[in-house]
Nanobody
Framework: QMQLVESGGGLVQAGGSLRLACAAS????????IGWFRQAPGKERKVVAV????????YYTDSVKGRFTISRDNTKNTVYLQMTSLKPEDTAVYYC????????????????????WGQGTQVTVSS
């Protein structure tokens, strides 16, 4: 079992920055790839960024490339999502999730392949 808790969300003006954190407890953190997802009102939950268990590999969806950076600190059991140049369309609830085993490439696994999910943190970007 693993528990994930997101933090760092809030209200920010367009062009601003936020750093989200996903703190894990329970199972061995370094055995899991961790992904950040977001869900806007009335829309499907979609992948934003994923980081491999070691941190050596990352994936970003096209709309956040060059603006968001995912990183992890396995000594602190935490994954971060640094978000810069935020846009109103980035407004959503952001979730982190853990995936232990996958036959998919990084960032390609369906949401159902993720083993554990956090409760989410709201990010609102005003124009």
């Amino acid at each position: 079992q693993m528990q994930l808790v997101e933090s760092g969300g809030g209200l920010v003006q367009a062009g601003g920055s936020l750093r989200l954190a996903c703190a894990a407890s329970g199972d061995t953190f370094r055995h899991y790839a961790i992904g950040w997802f977001r869900q806007a009102p009335g829309k499907e939950r979609k992948v934003v960024a994923v980081i491999s268990w070691s941190g050596a590999s990352t994936y970003y969806t096209d709309s956040v490339k060059g603006r968001f950076t995912i990183s992890r600190d396995n000594t602190k059991n935490t994954v971060y999502l640094q978000m810069t140049s935020l846009k109103p369309e980035d407004t959503a609830v952001y979730y982190c999730a853990a995936e232990k085993f996958s036959d998919y490439g990084l960032g390609e696994a369906p949401l159902g392949m993720y083993d554990y999910w956090g409760q989410g943190t709201q990010v609102t970007v005003s124009s």
